[in-house]
């Protein structure tokens, strides 16, 4: 290899960028990821936790069927569990057009390979007599999960940069062009070479996608994240509703961490803070479902940065406009379980020009011709 | 200018101060605070109805704690003074507040941050154990309830406080059984000359410390390897003398804590930048003579703008609120800042010597084991940090909390955040300041889970 020319430089360093990373150096392809920040401390290191296939479009489940054999696999791969616990994922319904929800979703699910069990509301006080009385009905997924987030992209990128990988991070990358031969990248101060591209830079990957001539109407999502201190371990499943207005899980250290709404955030300076008011209303809907909670106290609340397609599905797949680029981005506040398969993926388009999963519903080509995003609020 | 909404956080000297100020340049500024009574930590009073003579709650001070709370009684009615409340957030250009009366949120033109400092506490083994205390709480027992955190009390420490408390203890009829200073002796005299740029205050320590030695109690200078044991409480305290000799002393309490830190999460939360400020090891906001931060209209002022002590925070308080009024287009009056700040810089100076006179003592955390919690909040120990220093590679604090939890409990890094930059800068082999800092996020202090107590 010659002095900075790689076979593919990878823009952002997620769970997705650095998975793609070490997948790459497995097949034996020089690989440089450069990440503005530190590696995972975005979109992959600020969300819930949540590992889940329940409750996802139907487009997806393929990807999520993917990445849910590979978080049993972590220990082998990057060398710790990231604290994944396949605790299931309980969603729940709390009125009859809710648990008429449920019930559809669970016959459709049952379609694309996903069995759920859906119970009413005596038998959900039964088995979960934790849950408050609002709730009606539910509907669990036993293998779906919860991991640490603040774990998994940096285990990849540590695993990737064992394999091989040039892993750069406080090095922004400021612009990407096409050389007609490859790719030139200036990051940190310096123009790396490369014979091809990834991008896979979160609600940035809009960006990188303009600079080749295909912008996307992505909007920034900051997820509003709360935490209690730790009250006794009895949430020992993930807790979702319908409608996706709250999310709980609870770790096994007692730590309660739910989500729910927007905060705000400044995309060009990259700072986020999560919102009082939003945090009050998610504690308001979490207290609806787990009324013991009220004698909990807060100690923290976070947010971070996603970024969000209208059509709520990632851009996934290469460039229309140019040849070794390819696109993973836009993951629209449920990317987290996926990340480790698009490391997979990626690394199956970059080297082999096509993926083992499907991929059509997630082409850029969907948003050709879109007006560009609209300015954030 | 009347409807000019000015904030200042912190009744303590600083806060007392910028009020009195601010009323004289005609605003009517919202003090807000955590207590129910002036006074900040330093000249904090006793509940309503618990009254003891001043000179017997503060020494030497009590005439300026006198002046202090007689402010608070001067300003009435031309303050808005909201008691008992706990600002928790800053986000843009307003406070979330939390108090007697329940949640609001007060937007605020311009703001002076007076948060004042809290002990620096230093992980050692038993830390932890029932019985031992800060330093500063072992004082604010005395001062505000009128008891002692035991009856044979050990006092360790690296700051001009251990002396201090020490014999207020002394004078409270308890039995200090050592006063245990883990700086030399020798620093003292090195930080001599630049201490007699406040002479009365030099001489009050070097009271303390003759009376001490005068009563009777076991002093050590220099010592190491301080280890509190017992069964379910503190019952003696190990140590080693500047010679190497080990030792211990029987005791029923122990009072320790290595200096002070400033409390800066809400002009983090301002969103202020901050620079390292090298004597006091720590970051702190960036700001000017006068108090100005990098953000137009926020200004700090007393300890949690860097330490320097009660009487640099009532000048320091004045001079911001004189900032402040000058900033707003006030007439100030330009004689009383040039005073401001030359007895400022003298103070400083002083201050150079005390931090000369009691360095950081390093040497505690370089030897303590893997074992020591560090944490204890949620309960992580120092190996976990050095750990994730060494395999994990983190660069910095953030991403050391982000491996570990240190820093992550209900404290959110107030109590351990220093220590386990000092332990994380060793494990690397780095320079402290690129240990970085913890990012600040709301809550400032823990929250209750009742929705209608936030706005």
Redesign the interface.
């Known amino acids: 290899m010659s002095v900075g020319v790689f076979d593919v430089a990878i823009v952002g360093g997620g769970t997705a960028g650095c998975a793609a990373a070490l997948a790459l150096r497995k097949r034996g392809m020089s690989v440089v990821l450069l990440e503005k920040g530190q590696c995972g401390a975005m979109a992959s290191g600020t969300n819930f936790g949540g590992v889940r296939r329940q409750g996802r479009d139907f487009r997806e489940m393929p990807l999520a069927t993917r990445a849910r054999a590979i978080w049993d696999r972590l220990p082998e791969l990057v060398g710790e569990d990231c604290e994944f616990r396949a605790t299931g994922h309980l969603k729940l319904a709390r009125d009859a057009a809710e648990m008429a929800e449920l019930e559809r979703y669970a016959r459709d699910a049952r379609d694309h390979g996903l069995e759920l069990s859906v119970v009413g509301g005596n038998a959900v006080r039964a088995l979960y007599p934790w849950l408050g009385e609002a709730v009606t009905g539910a509907s669990l997924c036993p293998d779906d999960g919860q991991a640490n987030p603040r774990l998994v992209g940096p285990a990849f990128a540590r695993a990737a940069r064992a394999a091989g990988a040039e892993i750069r991070e406080f090095a922004p990358v400021t612009h990407a062009r096409w050389t007609g031969a490859g790719f030139e990248i200036d990051a940190g101060g310096a123009t790396l070479r490369a014979r091809l591209l990834v991008n896979v830079a979160g609600f940035w990957g809009g960006e990188v996608a303009a600079w080749f001539g295909e912008p996307v109407p992505i909007r920034p999502l900051c997820p509003n994240m709360v935490v209690t201190e730790p009250v006794p371990y009895v949430i020992d499943r993930s807790i979702g509703v319908c409608g996706g207005n709250v999310y709980v899980r609870q770790v096994e250290r007692g730590n309660v961490i739910f989500g729910g709404g927007r905060g705000w955030g400044d995309t060009a300076r990259a700072i986020s803070r999560p919102r009082a008011d939003v945090a009050r209303d998610a504690m308001a809907r979490t207290l609806a479902i787990l009324p013991w909670l009220r004698d909990a106290r807060i100690i923290r609340t976070w947010t971070g940065f996603d970024g969000e397609m209208p059509d709520d599905i990632p851009v996934i797949g290469p460039s229309r406009t140019t040849p070794g680029l390819i696109h993973a981005f836009g993951f629209s506040g449920h990317g987290f379980q996926l990340g480790p398969a698009i490391g997979e993926i990626v690394a199956e388009l970059v080297a082999d020009g096509r993926s083992a999963s499907p991929l059509a519903p997630f082409a850029i080509a969907r948003f050709a011709g879109a007006p560009p995003a609209p300015a954030p609020r | 200018m009347s409807d000019t909404r000015v904030v200042v956080v912190g009744a303590g000297p600083a806060g007392m101060r910028a009020c009195a100020a601010l009323v004289a340049a005609g605003l009517t500024p919202i003090l807000i605070d955590e207590a129910a009574r002036s006074g900040g930590r330093i000249y904090q009073q006793p509940p309503q109805g618990a009254a003891r003579p001043g000179r017997e709650l503060y020494g030497f001070e009590a005439a300026k704690a006198a002046r202090i709370h007689a402010l608070e009684a001067q300003l009435a009615g031309r303050i808005d003074h909201r008691r008992e409340t706990l600002v928790w ?1 800053c ?1 843009e250009d307003a406070l ?1 507040l939390l108090g007697p009366s329940g949640p609001s ?1 007060q937007p605020f033109d311009a703001l002076i941050l007076a948060t004042g400092a809290t002990d620096l506490a230093l992980p050692f083994p038993g830390w932890t154990l029932p019985g031992v205390y800060a330093l500063g709480g072992a004082q604010i027992a005395l001062k505000t309830q009128g008891c002692g955190i035991g009856r044979r009390v050990v006092f360790l420490g690296a700051g001009p406080l251990l002396p201090l408390v020490a014999w207020q203890y002394v004078q409270a009829g308890a039995d200090v059984a050592a006063v245990l200073d883990a700086t030399p002796f020798a620093a003292k005299l090195r930080g001599l000359p630049n201490m007699l740029f406040a002479p009365a205050t030099l001489a009050k320590g070097a009271y303390y410390v003759a009376r001490l030695l005068a009563a009777g109690v076991p002093m050590a200078w220099g010592v190491g390897g301080p280890r509190a044991e017992g069964d379910g409480r503190v019952e003696r305290v190990h140590f080693v003398t500047a010679g190497g000799d080990a030792r211990v002393v029987a005791c029923d309490a122990l009072g320790a804590s290595f200096g002070l830190r400033s409390e800066t999460q809400l002009a983090d939360l301002a969103g202020c930048d901050f620079v390292f400020d090298r004597r006091t090891r720590q970051y702190v906001p960036a700001r000017d003579v006068a108090g100005r931060t990098s953000r137009r209209f926020v200004y700090v002022a007393g300890d949690g703008a860097g330490i320097g002590g009660a009487d640099a925070a009532e000048l320091a308080g004045e001079r911001a609120a004189l900032a402040l009024a000058e900033d707003l287009g006030l007439p100030v009056d330009v004689n009383r800042a040039a005073f401001l700040d030359g007895r400022l810089a003298r103070l400083d100076r002083f201050r150079r010597g005390l931090e000369t006179a009691y360095p950081f003592p390093a040497h505690l955390l370089r030897d303590i084991g893997d074992d020591t919690m560090l944490c204890r909040c ?1 309960g992580i120990a120092v190996g976990a940090l050095r750990a994730a220093a060494r395999d ?2 983190a ?1 910095e604090l953030n ?1 050391a909390k ?2 570990t ?1 240190i820093g ?3 404290c ?1 890094g107030r109590m351990c955040g220093r220590a386990a930059a000092e332990l994380l800068a060793a494990a690397r082999g780095e320079d402290l300041a690129r240990a970085g800092r913890l990012r600040g ?3 400032v202090k ?6 209608e107590l ?2």
């Open positions: 957030n986000f979330d949120r949620e994990k590679g660069p991403r982000a491996f939890r992550m409990g209900r959110q996020q709301p809550p823990p929250i209750p889970m009742i929705p936030l706005s």
